[in-house]
């Protein structure tokens, strides 16, 4: 499965836009990305998902270039609700178990 | 409320004790997901299994051990706890594991404190 890269910790403050870059520089063919949001002491929660372009729904945006090997999330208008861990996953489609390999994450702090 | 069922939420035990949590997957989910979460490890994959067959094993211990049942509950199987099993556990499910991350649902997860 690629390796994925993000930052450990990110600030921001209510209202504005936050983006969390995830590099996967062997991301392969068939993969896609993934993001998850979690709370403390709550399951992971799907975001969203995408294989190239630009996706959006009613919660974010993920924006992924040509090349595949990095990828965006855009979080809009940020609350203070969205503080949480957020991690960015890189899916082999092709394996027979689908297991997900999590990360460390990025553990976004919004401020008033 | 996720669709996915963990119990009990919270486990409180002493070293050395053997402990089982449950996981009721999604209705129609057919694989069912374990993960460990501590603080100094972050999400763990366990083990997995897709419609009652093991199907992928993490990073478990042999003094762990799961099973899904016919009706597709799972239990995972703590033994001989020490101090450093204490974690939230999670269980997820998904319909199809070629599904990709997107049918990945997570329950609220089981605090198992040893103590």
């Known amino acids: 499965l690629a390796k994925t890269t993000q930052p450990i910790s990110m600030d921001s403050y209510e209202g504005q836009e936050v983006n969390i870059t995830c590099s996967h520089n062997n991301i392969a063919t068939n993969d896609y990305i993934t993001w998850y949001q979690q709370f403390p002491s709550q399951g992971p929660r799907f975001i969203i998902q995408g294989y190239k372009t630009k996706v959006t729904n009613e919660v974010a945006s993920l924006f992924i270039p040509a090349d595949r090997k990095s990828s965006t999330l855009s979080l809009p208008r940020v609350s203070l609700s969205d503080t949480a861990v957020y991690y960015c996953?890189?899916?082999?489609?092709?394996?027979?178990?689908?297991?997900?390999?999590f990360g460390q994450g990025t553990t976004l702090q919004v401020k008033p | 409320d996720s669709g996915v069922t963990q119990t009990p939420k919270h486990l409180i035990t002493a070293t050395g004790q053997r402990v089982t949590l449950r996981c009721s997957p999604r209705s129609g989910d057919l694989s069912v997901y374990w993960y460990q979460q501590s603080l100094d490890q972050g999400l763990q994959f366990l083990i997995q299994?897709?419609?009652?067959?093991?199907?992928a094993k993490g990073n478990i211990l042999e003094r762990f051990s799961a099973q899904q049942f016919p009706d597709l509950h799972s239990e995972l199987n703590l033994s001989s706890l020490e101090l450093g099993d204490s974690a939230l556990y999670f269980c997820?499910?998904?319909?199809?594991?070629?599904?990709?991350?997107?049918?990945?649902?997570f329950g609220s997860g089981t605090r198992l404190t040893v103590v």
């Open positions: 997820a499910s998904s319909v199809d594991p070629l599904q990709g991350g997107y049918g990945y649902t």
């Open positions: 996953l890189v899916g082999d489609g092709s394996s027979n178990t689908g297991k997900l390999i």
């Open positions: 299994y897709y419609n009652g067959e093991e199907r």
